[in-house]
């Protein structure tokens, strides 16, 4: 009963280093989201995957990319990282109905020095 | 104009009072309406999901839907230390299956 499951917990990067943020969910749901959290900014999406193959930039893709490996796994990859990419990061997945209700990982605490 | 939009607090209450949360959006055609609730340090929860216009109602919570003036809002009832959290408005835009999250209230019910 793992539900959205998110890896690593924490990170710390250097300026200019590469990582990839993995998310896997269990629900067999169609749709999964990256978003990032900081603070008084609530929740802001980087990309979305509506269904498996496909992706989507959200409202703040630049320094990112992402690949919908299959229905389960929808990795978050900074190529290059920056201090302005410090932050909370959330996988959500939804089943893709009318409902739109969105189910989270517990997150990943990055900070790039 | 942020497309949604809440009061960022923080909100006292005493335990045992009825807190009032509120969050407006500016997309007409939103369909769907969420409220999450965010403890320190962990991921969102979703608390009340409500789709049409009125109020609904779950234990001590109850959603309340305008559509004609693009307001919802979240009451607490008997409201409990255990409540103190960030309560984060989400909504559904009229097209796609994305969300736009408000930034969130801090609520703080007092013992």
């Known amino acids: 009963n793992a539900g959205v499951t998110q890896t690593p917990k924490f990170q710390v990067l250097k300026t200019g280093q590469s990582m990839t943020l993995q998310c896997a969910q269990d629900?067999?749901?169609?749709?999964m989201y990256w978003y990032r959290q900081d603070p008084g900014m609530g929740l802001r999406l980087i990309y979305y995957s509506a269904s498996e193959g496909t992706t989507d930039k959200g409202e703040v893709p630049n320094g990112y990319n992402v690949s919908r490996l299959n229905k389960r796994e929808f990795s978050l990859r900074l190529e290059s990282a920056a201090p302005s990419q410090t932050s909370v990061y959330f996988c959500?997945?939804?089943?893709?109905?009318?409902?739109?209700?969105?189910?989270f990982g517990a997150g990943t605490r990055l900070s790039v020095l | 104009q942020k497309e949604v939009e809440q009061n960022s607090g923080p909100l006292s209450v005493p335990e045992g009072a009825i807190a009032s949360l509120n969050c407006t959006y500016s997309d007409r055609g939103s369909q769907s309406f969420f409220w999450y609730r965010q403890y320190s340090g962990k991921s969102p929860e979703l608390i009340m999901s409500?789709?049409?216009?009125g109020d609904k109602e779950d234990g001590r919570f109850t959603a309340q839907l305008n559509k004609a003036s693009q307001y919802v809002s979240l009451l607490i009832r008997d409201s409990q230390p255990s409540d103190s959290a960030t309560y984060l408005c989400a909504v559904n835009p009229e097209y796609g299956n994305k969300l736009v999250f408000g930034a969130g209230t801090i609520l703080r019910v007092k013992s």
């Open positions: 409500i789709y049409s216009n």
């Open positions: 629900m067999n749901h169609n749709s």
């Open positions: 959500a997945s939804n089943e893709g109905n009318s409902k739109n209700i969105q189910y």
